[in-house]
Each structure stands twice: as structure tokens, then as C-alpha cells.
């Protein structure tokens, strides 16, 4: 509304409300029509409305909260609609079932219809930042998502409301929470409004459900009468999915509901229903998983990721957490009975990639006894406490000091022990230059841990061709689960065999969704998004990155991955907003080293690309810089992805000339065709560009090229080199017909010193395909106001054609629907 009315359009707004629904034209009244006393009939203020909207100029008509309108206030609005041709917006729940009042105001006359999904992670983390004026961290952000299921109302309120009652506070510019709720005596009032509309039965329904936390449908059927579940889910307070054991589970939605029972002083017969409860359930029984086969097909894949995000973030985010902490409890108190290493190793297991209670950690770690212990799990709990030292800030020689007192007690796992220091070392220092220095172990292959030490060393090495080798086999026995098909989907993807990784990598986040592992769905994610990414495929790898955001941060072993995607998912954002601050990747930790083992993990690239705003000479220097030092500590794949993406935003010789380096000792050639055309770029040579391009197949690089002679073309803008400019965009433009797929990119907005207006940046990103008569016929000005428009975009810009500019900004904003 707000940018409609900015662009002249009349907005004449009613709204429904509840406390006025039986008031006589209470609706329509706050209109403030001015109506002649003794003629206040329905068709008589019809008429004075009609009238006002055949006025000049254009109207639109917004009616919120439809369901809420008084009749007399209906009647009106269905005489005005069919005496008006003017276009209306109403809103309404989408399960709420319409009077026939309100369907004749619907259905007549032009209006659309829009359903209004829930929001996901990074509109929840923008629209905080608007109500409080500063973001959130990565935990609360999680939380008001799931508490709220996406609704903005709930989240606005929410939020508000943890902050009056300082249950939020500002550490760091960043909201944080005090405790583990956000539950205040402040949103009884809104859950109350919520749940006015409910029957007894709907109501004592949904209590006992908030007693019952997530549970099977057929469980509710034993407890609840299906009259009233079925109410419940018409009107959207509870939502259906498919749970692990292949079955249906009901969660209330949105789950700040289930707070307000558990939470209430009011409700005196919760000992009563619980009594019920515990009379009528039995125990679910327990279903073995069933096994799936892994197809190769991208396609299929992508449609069910595709399908995938018409579910709640939230109320599946809900539903981790509450499986989550059934495991965490009954485990815990498991090794309260029994201090053995397998009660242990089977509760450590569980903070890998679930949130960590820290204090329960190191208490486990410190009191379990080792007599008659598998040696597997001995050594699991050994390398979990070891990595716990890391997340306290200790460091890694206090971890490798840990493995080797262990050692020097239990003699027969030094093989082991020198494996797993070899691992914390690479991970969080330097990799060794031969990974046959750190154990005989590391030269074996298949099963151990020594195969799943020398993989993952190799693939730090960029070495993708011996980390596939060093993991062959199943892996069954292995006592670090996951780390193996995470070295198989990564070192594919660092192959060149990005649809292979993809496929591999989002079939096994589908199995571990299904056995609500955590764990499994955030390393499986971390490597498909950045196969998505690398292919253009944006709002899938944003919406995959947004629902492991939803679950909140994970366990202390895969919290690195957690804040890489997190760098990666605010890098598109960061590179197209003209104000970054507000960039989901500021939830990340910034207590980190620049360089690390894989990509996003060191903050150093995404630091130089989303904040660098100098010249682009530069920024060569400060990505050769950076390159250099990701090369010294061994990090060889983490250079190569940062030397290919820098080559793509900012192509500069001394960037491109590390990273032909790289790829040849690497012996890699994949990518071979865009390795020319950057060459071709950088040199200027445009006669042989114009051949590469005219003779080149699709490969796994057909979106880094267009993103490298995108990149191109604004540094030559930047340098005022117009003559390279317009042949740089001749090129661009041939490309993009060729390859449209290819379009959609990343940019150097810190590299515009002048942003445009609103209006300039509307108006450029239509002159490349319409007139200066037709964008104007559009936008309703005149062709000379559009003309100086364009005229002040080329000054502020540096381009030098119309071309041009729509190329400049085009990859500087996020895309737009310029009809």
C-alpha cells in the first residue's frame, strides 16, 4: 500500500475488526465518508463511495480482515463492487470458511487471489531488525521463527513483547536472549484473541495436545474426537507432516499456542487431562526405517526440494527440537543410572549436532568410567572432549594435549589417537604438506579412522581424486557417523561433478529430515548448497540454507558449517544491497581466524568481497593477499573456490593467475573453457573472446561465465574505460541470449560510490529492452522526464550506454519485474 500511494495511487483501506463485527457499518464508517444525514442506507453510502471512486486517477480498494466486516458494512461493499470497476485486495485466513455475505463482496469484479506463505529465516531476521532496530543472533532469529510459524503478526509480537519484559538483550548490536524462553505475561492477551474463535471441545483439544507435545494422528484419535481435530486443522491451529517412522504427526501451529497451556496459571485441569492421557495412550510402536535408493537425478531432487518449501520451517524446526531433547533427557539420565562409555558415547552423540548443553558435556566427559568399554566409543567420547576444549576457547593444543595423555594411558589406540590429532590440527591450524607424515594410518584406505582423516586432509589439499579413494566402502563400522559421506559429496563437487554432489548431497539431507538427525541434515546441506549456488540455483539453496537456520545453531561440531552458510547466504544479500548491515551473515561468529579448511568456514572471504568498496586494483591486492595465505596454511580448496569467485566479481591478472596455478598442480580441468575466457577477459583480447563465447559448450562454469563478463564490464565502467565497456557488454549481452539461465548474479555493489534513486534504478532496469515512450507509457510520466532520468543514472554510474547501465544495475539490485 505504502508503494502505491507513493506512485499517486488512491488506497481507500477498511479493516475488520472483532470487537466491532456487530456493530452496523462499523467497517465502512472508518472510511470517514461524508454522508448526508437522514441517508445513511446501504445503497445510499454505496453511493457516496462509488462516487469518491470515480474520481481521477487510480484507486484501489483494501479490505483487511474480510471474515470481520459487520454485515451492514458487506452489503455496502457488494453494491460498490458492482457499480465500480476498481480493483480490490482483501485478506482473509485461508482456512476460514466464508458467509455468503463475504463470498458476494469476493468474485466480483478484478481482484486476485494470493496466498501468503509463512515467512522464512532472513525476512524473520529483517523484519526484527526493523521492530527493534537492531538484528537478532542466529538463536533468537530461530526461535521467534518457530514459536511464531512464520506469521508476521506473531513475530512482531513476539519480539516486541521479549523485549519490554527483557527477556531479549542487546549484546554486541545484537539482540540476545537471557534464558531459554520467550514466553511473557504480555502475549497471553494476543493468544487469547487467537483462540477466541474455538469451541470447548477445539479448545480442551488443543490443550491436551500442548500436554502431549508433537505426537502420531493416531495417538490425538484416542484422546481428542475427530470433530474437534478437524476443526483445529480447518482453521490452521494444527498442522499435519510426515514423521520418520513413515506415518502422520500433528503439531499445534502456531507453536507459541502450546506456550500459552503449558505456561497458563489459569487452567486448573491439567492433573485431570494428564490423568486421561496417561489411561488411553499406549506406547507407539517402533518402526525400523525403511531403506532408500539413491537415482541420479538432479531433476528430481530439485523437485522435491522444490516441494519441500510449501512446509512450516517452523513447526518442522519444532519438531527436531522436541526429538531432540526426548533423546538428550532420556540419554542423559541412561548414564546418570550407568557412567559407562557407551551411555556416554550414545548422549555425545547427540551434541554433535543437536544444541550442546555444555555443562552436561564436560560432566560426562569427566565422570565416566572406562572399564570394559568398546574401544569405538572410547574413543568417540576422547575426540568429543577434545573438541570441546576447541568451542571453550582453549585452543587446539589443549585438544591435542587431551588425545595424547589418552594415548599414553590406552597404548593400543595411539593409531587412532595420532589420527584424530592430524585431524584437529588441519581443521584448525595448517595441513600438513604430507598427510603420510601425520600416521602410517593416514595411508590406509576404506574402513578406520585413518581413511576418514586422510579423506578429509585430501580434500582440504584439493585433492578430490584421493579423498573419493581414500573413502571408498560403506562405512558401516565407522565411529565418527557422517563424516564419510561428507567427504564423498564435497570432494565430488570439488571434482567438478556438481550434479553427482547434488543429488548425493540432497538425498541424504531428505534421509536424515526423515530420521530427524541433525546432525546429517546440516552437513548434507553445507555441501548442497554449494552446489545449488554454484549452478544459479538461488531460491533453492536460500530456502535450504533458511530451514537449517530455522532449527537454531547445532551441536559444537558442525557450528563452522552452521556460520558458513551463513556467510554464504548473506553474500548474495550483501552484494546487492546498497545497505549490507542488515545481512543475515552478521548472525555468524566473527571470533574466527580469515583462513579456514573449507569454504566459509575462515571469514576472510566473505569480509573482502561483501565490505571491500575500493578501487578494483585494490582489491586484487587484497584477494592475492588473501589467496596467498589460504594457500600457506594448506587450505588449497578454500583458495581455489575464492580465487574462482573473486576472478568472477572483479576479473584482475593477479587473481586468475593463482587460480590457473592452483587448478594445474591440482591437475584439474574441468574447468578449463572458463579458464580461457578469463584469460581472454583480462587481456583484453576481445576478438578471441568473441570466439570462445561462439563456440562454447555448456559445462559446469556456464553461470560463472556470465557472472565473469558481468564482473568485467563493471570494472571497466569502474575504470572509465568506455571503449572495453561497450565491448564487454556486446559480448554480456550475446552470452545472456545464448544462455539466459546465466543472468541472474552476484555483483560489486560496495564498488557504487553514487547510489541511484528509487525512480533512476526503476527506469534503468527497464532501458534495456524498452523505450523511453513505453517506460514512461508504464510508469505514467512523460518521455523527456524519463530521458533525464536515464541521463542522470549514466553520469552517476560511469556507463556509457543505455546497454550499459541496464547491464550495471541490473546485476547490482536484486531482480526485479519491470511489468
Known sequence: MSNLEKTGVAVHFISGLRTHRTIPYAAIKGLGLDVRPGRSGVLDIADVFTSQLAKTGKHLLVVDDLHLVDSESLAVLEAVRRRSDCPMVATAPEMWALSRGQLAVLNNGREAHLQLDPLHYEQVHLLIAQILGAPADAETTARILTKSAGNPRLIV????????????????????????????????????ALLGELNADEFTALHIMSILGTARVDVLHKVIQPEALEGLERRGFLTVLADHHNGSIAAISPPVIADYFRGSKKLRDRKLLRSKIAGVLEAAPQEAPETRTTADSLSRVLSALRLERGDHDALTSRHFHDHNADRERIRFERWQANKTVANAAALLRIYWGAPVDIERARRVCAETTNFDADPRDLLFVKVTEAMLAIQDGQGPSVAVDILQNFAGDYRDFRADVENAVVFLSASHGRVPEDTSQGSVALEGRGQGMGSLVRGLVELYRFKPAA???AVEGAGDDDAFSHLRPFIRGFALFAAGRVEESLVFALDWRAEARKNLDQFGVVTSSYVAAHGLLYRGHFEEAEYLMSSVFAMGRPGFVVDSLYDAMLRLAGL????????????????????????????GIGKGAYELIAH????????????????????????VLEAMMTALLCTCLCPGRPVLDLLQK?????????????????AAVVEGDYNLLGLLLKHYE???????????????????????????????????????????????????????????????????????????????????????????????ALRKTGATSRISLFMLVGTSLPPRDPG
Not at 578501487?615 to 594448506?634: M, V
Request: proline letters at 4%; aromatic letters at 6%; glycine letters at 6%.
Open 157 to 192: 509480537r513476539i519480539a516486541e513483547t521479549a523485549s519490554l519484559s527483557n527477556l531479549l538483550v542487546m549484546k554486541d548490536k545484537k539482540w540476545c536472549m537471557v534464558g531459554d524462553t520467550l514466553w511473557n505475561e504480555h502475549l497471553r492477551g494476543t493468544i487469547e
Open 467 to 469: 579423498a573419493l579413494e
Open 572 to 599: 548474495r544479500h550483501a552484494t546487492t544491497a546498497i545497505m549490507p548491515a542488515l545481512s543475515i551473515a552478521a548472525q555468524a561468529r566473527t571470533d574466527i581466524p580469515d583462513v579456514g579448511p573449507l569454504p
Open 612 to 635: 571491500y568498496n575500493a578501487q578494483p586494483s585494490a582489491f586484487d591486492r587484497k584477494a592475492t593477499k588473501l589467496i596467498r595465505r589460504q594457500l600457506k596454511s594448506g587450505y
Open 662 to 678: 592452483i587448478l594445474r598442480e591440482g591437475g584439474i580441468s574441468v574447468h578449463d573453457q572458463f579458464i580461457a575466457i578469463a
Open 698 to 792: 555448456p559445462d559446469i562454469d556456464t553461470y560463472q561465465v556470465g557472472l565473469l563478463l558481468r564482473g568485467a564490464l563493471k570494472r571497466h565502467v569502474i575504470e572509465g574505460d568506455a571503449a572495453a565497456a561497450d565491448s564487454m557488454t556486446q559480448a554480456s549481452s550475446i552470452f545472456a541470449v545464448r544462455f539466459p539461465s546465466a543472468n541472474e548474479q552476484l555483483s560489486f555493489n560496495s564498488f557504487r560510490t553514487t547510489p541511484l534513486t528509487e525512480r533512476e534504478i526503476e527506469i534503468a532496469v527497464m532501458a534495456g529492452h524498452r523505450t523511453n515512450a513505453e517506460i514512461g507509457e508504464h510508469l505514467g510520466i512523460s518521455a523527456r522526464t524519463v530521458e533525464n532520468h536515464i541521463s542522470n
